[in-house]
């Protein structure tokens, strides 16, 4: 089976085949390192074991981050959400909750995985084990949302980025959530056309952000970046679901998300030098933590 360097590839090669996302990923992935499905399977279970258990632990009990900056929301939101005010109802909470969990995991220096980075390691694992759980989903399943997530990465690191030192935040939470979404879709029955314009409203729903870490470190605004990424992925969703498509082809929106990150000056792109970071209480807290 070819290798698909785009989005329209992607889709014109799961057609031709008659598979979805994650069988073209799978097949790649046999073919590339010459594995078998059954260990290939084994190994992306650890890989779903590790995201749940980062997306858990910090809903069960506070967890701080080494710094202080961040720590208990995780806990905080899950507590809320057992008053049953919230306000976008039980999956949505529910998966921002497991999105903060994995950021305070990170920060505590836990064991994450970073998908497709450290700091947006929360977007992924909120939405596939949120909507395994809500629908009574098996792990082979979510399994198969990972691989169809990363079909969705790998097109995007070819021709674009996810490093916010590169391309600002919108290439790391915004490739998070794109990738999110496209197994979240499959998840739900949709078709790899249907998951690849997920992939693109996500993009284009976060075009633009910046990416301004406080002291340096993946913790303020990343962590809120999660909560919002996961609810990207999630809309995203429910839209392509819903048959409302992009307008704007995938392959279009990565080339724009990665000239638009090449656009963003450096003070934006990772550095600390802007946005939040260079503010009053943003140079204050690096003060404080770097004496």
């Known amino acids: 089976m070819r290798i ?44 779903l074991d590790a995201m749940r258990e980062g997306a858990t632990l910090g809903r069960e009990k506070e967890v701080y981050s080494l710094s202080g900056l961040i720590g208990g929301d995780a806990y905080r939101l899950e507590q809320y959400l057992k008053s049953g005010k919230s306000l976008m109802g039980e999956g949505v909470v ?16 836990g064991k994450i995985v970073a998908c497709p980075t450290a700091g947006s390691c929360g977007i992924l ?17 979510m399994i198969d949302a990972l691989f169809t997530a990363s079909a969705i990465g790998a097109i995007i ?3 674009a980025t996810v490093s916010g030192a590169e391309g600002g935040c919108q290439a790391e939470t915004g490739a998070a959530a794109a990738m999110a979404s496209a197994g979240v879709v ?11 314009h997920a992939a693109s409203h996500c993009l284009q729903n ?16 990343c962590q809120g970046r999660n909560a919002i990424g996961v609810a990207n992925a999630l809309i995203s969703a429910e839209l392509c679901l819903a048959g409302i498509l992009n307008i704007i082809p995938f392959d ?29 209480t943003g140079c204050s807290l690096t003060n404080k933590i770097f004496g």
């Open 4 to 47: 698909a360097k785009s989005g329209l590839e992607l889709i014109e090669i799961c057609k031709e085949h008659h598979i979805s996302l994650s069988e073209y990923a799978i097949a790649r992935e046999i073919e590339d390192k010459g594995v078998t499905r059954e260990d290939l399977f084994a190994h992306m279970q650890l890989t």
């Open 94 to 109: 529910k998966a921002m909750a497991m999105a903060l969990s994995s950021a305070e995991v990170n920060g505590s220096m």
């Open 125 to 141: 694992p909120g939405a596939i084990v949120t909507i395994g759980k809500e629908y009574g989903i098996d792990d082979e399943t």
């Open 157 to 159: 690191t070819r021709n």
């Open 186 to 196: 499959e998840m739900m029955g949709g078709s790899p056309e249907q998951a690849v």
């Open 206 to 221: 976060v075009m633009g952000l910046v990416c301004d870490p406080i002291a340096g470190l993946v913790e303020v605004p």
């Open 252 to 280: 279009e929106t990565v080339a724009a998300m990665y000239k638009v990150g090449k656009t963003l000056p450096m003070e934006l792109r990772e550095t600390a030098l802007g946005g939040v970071a260079a503010t009053c």
